[in-house]
C-alpha cells in the first residue's frame, strides 16, 4: 500500500497514525508539498487531479480522502475502529470524520498560514477554530460524565484519529488549546495508544517511559 | 479576604499530569506527581525559559521537554540530563507559587496564605468553561440572566432553573485580561450533563450580547 | 532605533529557485516592509516600500540583502562549489520567536533526546561531552568543534545509531552552519545551515538549507527530513520565555553544554547585535 505523503501534513498524519496502530506498513512516497509544490505537478495531477494530499493506492483503489484512508486501513486491518455496531454509532462515527475535515478547514488553514505563509484569513481561522473545539469540549465533558474518554463509544475508533491532528496541533497556528481541559486529557489518551506515532510538532510522551536516571526519585 | 484564586479542577488534573493555569496573569505549570502531591510554578524554565507547562511528570518529578532539565516537588532542581553525573548547584529551582485543593477546586496564592479557601462543601465539582468577556461585563450578565446567583466568597451561588428543576449552583470565578474562566459546582437539582449545556447555552447568550 | 551594526548585515530574504517578477516575494526585514522580485533582465532586486534599492547578493540558493552599507562581504561557505554534493533547499518556515533564539536553537545538541526523539537523540544517551568554543577574531566566526553526541538517526542515509560528530559554526548573526559526520563518506562532512531573517524582533522565516553528500536519497525525502527536524523545534522556539535573547547573564542558567550559546551571545553583545534580544534583564 503506497502512501503519497507529507510529513507536515496533519491529513498525511492521520493516516500514518491509523496505520502505525493497525500494524499495516505503508510504503511512503515523499510528495516535495512545500517548498516544490509537486502536489500540483502534472504528473501529480495525472493521479489525484485535485493536486492534493494524501493519496493511498492499493493495487487498483486510489483513496484521496484522509477519511476514507481510515475507513480503508480500519475495515482491512482491525473492524473494532470503525465505532459500535449499532446504527446510531455508525452515523456518529460518520459526523465526527465530516467534522475533521471542519478542523481542518479552521485550525489546519490556520497552521499552514502561521506556518508555511498559506493566503488566509487567519481571524476567521481561528475563531472557527474555536468555535469546533468548543464542540469537542462539550462532548468529550459529557463523555467523561459517563467514565469514558474517546470519542465515540469505550474505545477509540477512527473518529479519534480522524480528529486529533489537527487539535493536537493547533498551536502552531496559534490557538492555544489552555481553556480545553476534557480536549487535554483526551490527547493524553490518543497519545497514550500503544503504537502511537508523533509528527512533528507533537513530542513525544516522555513519561511513558521511566527514567534511564535516578533523578526522577527525588 | 482570601488570597486563593480558582485555577482549576483537581479531575482535570489526574496524578503524573501537567497544565498551563493562569494566576493574575502570571503564567504558571500546574502539576500533579504520580503520587498525588500538586505544585504550582512559574511556567518557565530556569534553564533557557521554555514553558515548564509543556514538560513532563515521571514518579515526583517534572522535567523540562527542552533539554530534560529535572525538578523535584520543592522545586529544586535534580538532574540535567546533559551532565548526568553532575549533582546541579542548589541554586536552580523552579520559582514556587502556593497551591492547594478544596472542594474538587485547585486554590493557588501567590505565597502562602493563612486563610482557607472558600469553603463549598455540598457541591461537586463539574467543568471548567471560559467565556470571551471581562469579569464586570460577565456579572453583569449574570444577574440578568441568572438572578438566583448571588454573590459569595470566590463566585456566585444560589439557585438555577435548568431542564424545569431548581439547581443549586455554584460558580467560582477566575477573571483573565479579556475574559473570564468560570469553574462551575452543582448541587441538587438537574443532572450534570444538564448543568455542564445549561453552562454552553449562557456561555452563547452573553457573548452574543456582547459581540459588537 | 535600530542599531547600525544591525542594519550593515546581510539577511537572507528568499530562495532565489522562488523568486518572481514584481512586485514578487512581498515580505519585511528588521521590521521594514520590503520587495525581493526580478528585474526585466533577470536580476534579482530588493526594494524597500519607498522604493529604494538596497544591496543584495545571490548565495546557497538564497536571495541576501543589507538595508545599511555592507560591514563585510556575506560569509564563504566553500562547500556549497564543491563537486559531488547535493544542494537542497528545504523551503521557508515562519516562527514566532526571536531570530537570536532560532540560531541559538540550532547551536543546541542537549536537546536532541528530548526534541528529536529517536532521531538525533534518545535517553539514556543525553551527555553532552566537553567541546571546544572559540570567537574567531580573524573571520568575526563563532566556532564550536570537537562536539560528540550519540544519534540513532543522524540523517536520512543513515542506517542506525552512531555516535556523530559535529562543527558548529555562527557565520552571521542570523545564519549558522554545521558540519556533521557523513554517513556515506568517511573524509567528508555534511553541511547543514540555518538562514533566518529577522521579520521583526520577535518573528521570522526561517530557511534549512543543505549540501550532502547523498546520492541515493530522493530530493522530496531530504527535504522532509530537514523540515521534520525543523518543525520538531519549532513549538519550543514559540514557548521560550522571554521572546528576546536574554544578552545579560542571569536571566538563563547555562552549563558546560551551552558554552557555543554563550559564546553566540557573548559576539552578539560585543559587536552590538541587539536586534531580538533583550539587554537589560527585565
Ligand atoms: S529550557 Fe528547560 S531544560 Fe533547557
Ligand atoms: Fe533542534
Known amino acids: 500500500m503506497i502512501l503519497y505523503d507529507y510529513i507536515l501534513s496533519a491529513s498525511c498524519y492521520k493516516v500514518r497514525l491509523m496505520a502505525a496502530l493497525l500494524g499495516i506498513k505503508l510504503d511512503l512516497v515523499a510528495v516535495d508539498f512545500h517548498p516544490g509544490r509537486a502536489h500540483k505537478s502534472a504528473a501529480f495531477r495525472d493521479l489525484n487531479p485535485a493536486g492534493s494530499i494524501p493519496v493511498l493506492v492499493d493495487g487498483d483503489l486510489v483513496l484521496t480522502e484522509s477519511t476514507a484512508m481510515l475507513v480503508y486501513l480500519a475495515q482491512i486491518a482491525g473492524p473494532q475502529w470503525l465505532g459500535e455496531a449499532s446504527p446510531q454509532s455508525a452515523a456518529r462515527v460518520q459526523n465526527w470524520l465530516a467534522f475533521s475535515g471542519r478542523l481542518n478547514s479552521s485550525l489546519g488553514l490556520a497552521r499552514l498560514h502561521d506556518m508555511l505563509h498559506f493566503p488566509a484569513d487567519i481571524t476567521a481561522c481561528r475563531t472557527a477554530g474555536h468555535l469546533c473545539l468548543r464542540e469537542l469540549e462539550a462532548h468529550l465533558t459529557q463523555v467523561r460524565l459517563e467514565g469514558r474518554i474517546f470519542l465515540e463509544g469505550t474505545a477509540p475508533s477512527i473518529a479519534d484519529i480522524a480528529c486529533f491532528p489537527n487539535v493536537a496541533l493547533a498551536p502552531d497556528g496559534g490557538v492555544e488549546l489552555r481553556d480545553y481541559p476534557s480536549v487535554r486529557l483526551w490527547q493524553r489518551a490518543v497519545r497514550s495508544l500503544p503504537q502511537f506515532i508523533e509528527m512533528p510538532g507533537i513530542h513525544r510522551l516522555h513519561d511513558l517511559k521511566p527514567a534511564p536516571h535516578s533523578g526522577a526519585a527525588a | ?212 | 532605533m535600530i542599531p547600525q551594526a544591525v542594519l550593515d548585515q546581510w539577511y537572507p530574504v528568499a530562495m532565489t529557485s522562488l523568486v518572481g517578477p514584481w512586485p514578487g516575494r512581498e515580505t519585511q526585514l528588521l521590521g521594514r516592509p520590503i520587495m525581493v522580485f526580478k528585474t526585466q533582465s533577470g536580476a534579482v532586486s530588493v526594494q524597500t516600500a519607498q522604493g529604494q534599492a538596497v544591496a543584495v547578493t545571490l548565495a546557497y540558493g538564497h536571495v541576501w540583502a543589507c538595508l545599511g552599507t555592507p560591514a563585510q562581504d556575506l560569509f564563504a561557505l566553500p562547500e556549497a562549489a564543491q563537486p559531488g554534493r547535493r544542494l537542497v533547499d528545504c523551503g521557508v518556515v515562519r516562527v514566532k520567536c526571536s531570530p537570536l533564539r532560532a540560531v541559538e536553537n540550532f547551536l543546541d545538541i542537549a536537546h536532541f533526546p528530548f526534541v528529536h526523539t529517536d532521531v538525533l537523540g534518545a535517553e539514556p544517551h543525553t551527555e553532552v561531552g566537553r567541546y571546544e568554543v572559540q570567537i574567531r577574531d580573524d573571520v568575526d566566526e563563532v566556532w564550536a568543534t570537537k562536539v560528540h553526541f550519540y544519534q540513532p538517526q543522524a540523517a536520512k542515509s543513515a542506517a542506525g545509531g552512531i555516535v556523530t560528530e559535529y562543527m558548529y559554526r555562527v557565520a552571521a548573526p542570523t545564519a549558522a552552519v554545521l558540519y556533521k559526520t557523513c554517513p556515506n563518506r568517511t573524509n567528508e562532512w555534511d553541511v547543514i545551515g540555518i538562514f533566518v531573517q529577522p521579520l521583526a524582533e520577535d518573528l521570522c522565516d526561517v530557511y534549512p538549507y543543505m549540501a550532502l553528500f547523498d546520492d541515493v536519497t530522493p530530493q522530496a525525502d531530504l527535504i522532509h527530513f530537514q523540515q521534520m527536524i525543523f518543525l520538531q523545534d519549532r513549538s519550543i522556539l514559540e514557548n521560550q520565555i522571554p521572546r528576546l535573547l536574554p544578552l545579560d547573564p542571569g536571566m538563563e542558567i547555562p552549563t558546560q553544554a551551552d558554552l557555543t550559546s554563550v559564546a553566540y551571545r557573548r559576539w552578539l553583545k560585543r559587536k552590538g547585535l541587539t536586534y531580538g534580544a533583550q539587554v537589560v534583564a527585565a
Not at chain 2, 137 to 163: C, K, M, N, S
Open chain 2, 1 to 212: 479576604m482570601t488570597n486563593w484564586k480558582a485555577s482549576g479542577l483537581s479531575k482535570d488534573l489526574p496524578p503524573a499530569n501537567v497544565m498551563h493555569a493562569d494566576w493574575q496573569g502570571v503564567d504558571l505549570a500546574v502539576w500533579r506527581s504520580a503520587s498525588g502531591r500538586l505544585s504550582a510554578w512559574v511556567d518557565r524554565c530556569p534553564h533557557r525559559g521554555m514553558r515548564l507547562s509543556h514538560g513532563f511528570v515521571r514518579g515526583e518529578t517534572l522535567a523540562c521537554i527542552y533539554h530534560g532539565w529535572t525538578y523535584g516537588v520543592t522545586g529544586a532542581c535534580t538532574h540535567i540530563p546533559a551532565h548526568p553525573d553532575m549533582t546541579p548547584p542548589a541554586t536552580i529551582t523552579a520559582t514556587r507559587f502556593e497551591v492547594t485543593e478544596r472542594g474538587g477546586v485547585i486554590w493557588i496564592a501567590a505565597k502562602d496564605d493563612p486563610t482557607a479557601p472558600p469553603d463549598i462543601a455540598g457541591f461537586q465539582p463539574l467543568r471548567s468553561l471560559t467565556v470571551q468577556v471581562g469579569e464586570q461585563a460577565l456579572l453583569q450578565a449574570l444577574a440578568a440572566d441568572a438572578p438566583g446567583l448571588t454573590e459569595a466568597e470566590g463566585g456566585l451561588r444560589g439557585t438555577v432553573q435548568i431542564a424545569g428543576l431548581d439547581t443549586q449552583i455554584c460558580l467560582m470565578l477566575q477573571p483573565k485580561a479579556q475574559e473570564t474562566t468560570l469553574h462551575i459546582l452543582c448541587g441538587a437539582g438537574a443532572g450534570p450533563a444538564q448543568v455542564s449545556r445549561w453552562a454552553e447555552s449562557l456561555r452563547r447568550q452573553i457573548e452574543d450580547r456582547s459581540a459588537p
